[in-house]
């Protein structure tokens, strides 16, 4: 088996998330979380939640609990104890069972700036390395436009990550550029982002992704690396 260096992206990804587990490991839940009387949460979701430890509770497990912590399914502290397995397990594929913009908003919601720095730098640490080792990967295994406006939605400035994308030499990379700007058509003539979870902040990430696009377009080595980059990922 190859020994993965130091610097490898998924080294400092598998790194960061155990430094999650670390940060919010002194939350405890109850066996039984406070949840809507509506029916939205069901006993066979409560039995799921706590059918096994933490760190081995599945996609399957722990989604409904993603999509409604804190609003209709317990409370703050009960959502900085899943955190770190939610943070694990939310992936950035486009097959994940847990929605990355939906699992992501949830910081948004629990004023995670207000909390420790600790557990702010925790989850930071598991977003970037995520971006990183996601751009390392096929299409097919992260959706590049999915994790950026999680981020986004998350509150945390996304100019750096624009930054490691645009000096990215990896043709993963550049497949990932293709891709994006397949989806997001109106970027380049419009300054708009077509992820409806932006809500009214895309612009924010959309104009240094399109001041770097106007300027790279000039390069014909970028232009002919993006034109591959299509035919690699619509062929």
């Not at 933490?54 to 104890?81: C, P, Q, V």
């Not at 899943?82 to 629990?110: H, M, Q, W």
Request: charged letters at 25%.
């Amino acid at each position: 088996m190859r020994k993965m260096a130091r610097d490898d992206p998924s080294t400092a990804l598998a790194v960061a998330i155990n430094g999650g587990y670390r940060a919010f490991g002194r939350y405890s839940t109850k066996m039984r979380l406070d949840a809507c009387t509506c029916g939205c949460v069901t006993g066979d979701d409560h039995a799921r939640l706590h059918s096994r430890p933490l760190r081995e509770l599945t996609a399957d497990d722990i989604e409904t609990y993603a999509s409604k912590a804190m609003t209709t399914w317990g409370d703050n502290k009960d959502f900085r104890h899943f955190l770190p397995r939610i943070l694990e397990l939310v992936t950035g594929d486009p097959g994940d069972e847990i929605c990355n913009e939906i699992a992501l908003s949830k910081l948004s919601y629990a004023d995670w700036s207000d909390w420790p720095q600790r557990e702010q730098d925790a989850v930071e640490a598991v977003l970037w390395e995520r971006w990183k080792a996601g751009l390392a990967l096929p299409t097919s295994e992260f959706d590049a436009d999915g994790w950026l406006c999680g981020v986004r939605i998350t509150g945390v400035d996304t100019t750096r990550y624009i930054d490691v994308w645009r000096t990215s030499s990896m043709e993963t990379a550049f497949d990932h550029l293709a891709e994006f700007l397949s989806f997001n058509d109106k970027l380049m003539t419009g300054g708009t982002l077509s992820n409806a979870f932006y809500f009214d902040d895309g612009v924010t990430v959309a104009a240094p992704l399109r001041a770097w696009l106007d300027t790279a377009m000039a390069d014909d080595a970028f232009q002919e690396q993006l034109a591959a980059a299509y035919e690699r990922t619509w062929s």
